[in-house]
């Protein structure tokens, strides 16, 4: 995707901040969506044609949105230490959500303490930098990650001029922070000089988290909530702090779907949604486009299919009803595991895997046949009989019409990810993996198959199909598939 296809109605604008051309650019003061800009546009076209050389089973897609605003992002060292609400100090990589923190807010001229909550908690790999302290103390961060300094937040890298012209840390300039007593709850005061900031020359694994107030103590120093990752590249945009927090939003997509759905060249085929990026991701709550998507594709009794790891699509589960009444409409959840644990782990970005499936019974009890996409499958860790046979149990239980299983693949920077968190969560699966996947994204073909009978024969014994909807609807027959096929990119690891 490029920009020529997207314009602004700049009725009643002055000067609209343009760092994606023809965009209205648009924060929130809500801890949801911290360190998240949202670029407004209005698309020419929002109906897609998906390109030849894809392998996926169908030719169009709608995507409201480019940009995931609860994607995985990450900004300071797993080891920096975290001023936690006793007073006590814990690794960044093990907080979790829900944890008691220090954050700070204004007063006057000032800030002081207060507590606060560990709201989402996220880790990447990014190439990382080394701020040194006059104190002797050293940061590590991503170019992106801000800290609070005597003239304000300032990123750690940046420049004067030219396009990566910014606020950033200088040597001479002081950040606020605590002293050496940190662990106790005193107001921030004092003023630590910075030496230096170096490159280290090397990706690591960099973690991030939203609390309530926007900041937290890292390391006694106060640190930015920052989301920073790779790239969203197809929109000329950095790929991961871009992709996370500079999302684009199609504000004129439901009427943009009617418009297209009317004209004569359509020929009323399937249409795919969150295949690319999911439509029910957390700015779906604020924009609230997929009510209008969903109204125009039942106008014209379009057939269509929705595919999400989220929750939210259960709010528009009346107007989802009514559009399986007079066209056929699939409806897939992403659930890999059920074990809690790894969850919090591997996917700490995402619902949890009850809620998933407490939303795949709602859909079944109103009569959708569900899919579900048993995958990510990570080997070694839920490819075992113990784990398919638990998590096919659960989504048997929860009235799924067909499970799919899909082999975990690594692409190139999810690989490196992956590895690091393998490398330190299960360190002896390591070679394992690396002898899975020496020739390259994919695991090899035999393993896929391998796995893939043993979660059918989980889903033969547990009844997965068997139970009988509430009520007879047109709805779409689930995918069938195997893990050899390559699935849409959101249900790969990052």
Request: glycine content about 8%; some cysteine; aromatic content about 8%.
């Amino acid at each position: 995707m490029r920009w020529e296809n997207l314009r602004l109605d700049q009725t009643g604008l002055e000067n609209p901040p343009l760092p994606i051309p023809g965009a209205v650019e648009r924060t929130f003061d809500t801890p949801g969506f911290a360190g998240i800009t949202f670029y407004e546009i209005r698309a020419k076209s929002i109906i897609n044609r998906v390109p030849t050389a894809s392998r996926v089973p169908f030719e169009w897609t709608i995507n409201p949105y480019r940009g995931c605003s609860h994607a995985c992002t990450y900004c300071l060292a797993g080891d920096t230490p975290i001023l936690t609400a006793d007073g006590s100090t814990k690794p960044l990589a093990e907080l979790r959500i829900g944890d008691a923190i220090y954050g700070t807010v204004r007063q006057g001229q000032h800030r002081r303490l207060v507590l606060t909550t560990v709201q989402d908690h996220w880790m990447t790999v990014q190439p990382a930098y080394r701020v040194v302290l006059a104190s002797g103390r050293r940061l590590i961060a991503s170019d992106d990650h801000r800290f609070l300094t005597e003239r304000g937040w300032k990123h750690v890298t940046g420049a004067m001029t030219g396009p990566h012209r910014r606020p950033h840390l200088t040597p001479g300039l002081r950040l606020v922070g605590l002293g050496p007593e940190h662990s106790a709850p005193l107001a921030p005061h004092h003023l630590l000089g910075v030496v230096a900031v170096e490159p280290l020359g090397v990706d690591m694994p960099l973690f991030d988290i939203t609390t309530g107030t926007g900041d937290f103590i890292a390391d006694g120093v106060v640190s930015h909530n920052c989301f920073a990752r790779n790239t969203h590249t197809y929109l000329d945009l950095d790929a991961g702090h871009d992709f996370d927090s500079r999302i684009v939003v199609k504000v004129n997509a439901p009427e943009l779907v009617r418009r297209e759905l009317a004209a004569p060249r359509w020929t009323g085929a399937h249409i795919a949604m969150g295949t690319n990026v999911d439509c029910y991701q957390r700015a779906e709550g604020r924009y609230q486009l997929m009510p209008g998507i969903i109204g125009a594709l039942t106008d014209f009794a379009n057939p269509f299919s929705i595919l999400t790891k989220g929750t939210l699509i259960t709010r528009d589960l009346p107007l989802l009803r009514r559009a399986a009444d007079v066209t056929d409409v699939g409806i897939s959840f992403s659930i890999g595991f059920v074990n809690e644990e790894l969850w919090r782990s591997a996917e700490p970005g995402t619902p949890s895997p009850r809620r998933r499936l407490d939303a795949v019974r709602q859909f079944a009890d109103a009569g959708f046949r569900v899919a579900v996409l048993v995958a990510p499958i990570l080997p070694g860790l839920t490819d075992t009989d113990e784990s398919i046979d638990e998590t096919v149990a659960a989504i048997a239980s929860a009235g799924a019409g067909s499970v799919t299983p899909i082999v975990l693949h690594l692409r190139p920077g999810a690989r490196e990810w992956y590895q690091a968190w393998l490398e330190r969560e299960h360190p002896s699966l390591a070679p394992r993996y690396r002898e899975l996947y020496r020739r390259g994204s994919y695991a090899p073909g035999p393993y896929q198959k391998e796995v893939g009978e043993r979660v059918r024969a989980a889903a033969t014994r547990h009844g997965v199909g068997r139970l009988a909807p509430a009520e007879h609807r047109r709805v779409r027959p689930a995918p069938e598939g195997t893990s050899a096929e390559p699935v849409p990119t959101q249900l790969t690891l990052l």
